[in-house]
């Protein structure tokens, strides 16, 4: 399934390599895409949209589900 979120606070390569890390922390088998300029990121993956917000939030963004997408 596809994922969209809104993942504020990134603003640079070590930010998208910090939420990229989280998602692969949970599924490594995710595709992770990421808008840096927007704070957009969209995940391919099975895992529930509630569990990578979760982990991103522990990486230190604030991830919410995006419901515009």
Known sequence: ????????????????????QAVHALDASATVNI???????????????????QAINEAGYTATVDTSA
């Open 1 to 20: 399934m596809t994922i969209e979120l809104t993942v504020k606070g990134m603003s640079c390569q070590h930010c998208v390599a910090a939420v990229t």
């Open 35 to 53: 808008d840096l300029a927007a704070g957009h990121v969209t995940i391919h993956s099975t895992q529930p949209s509630d569990t990578f917000c």
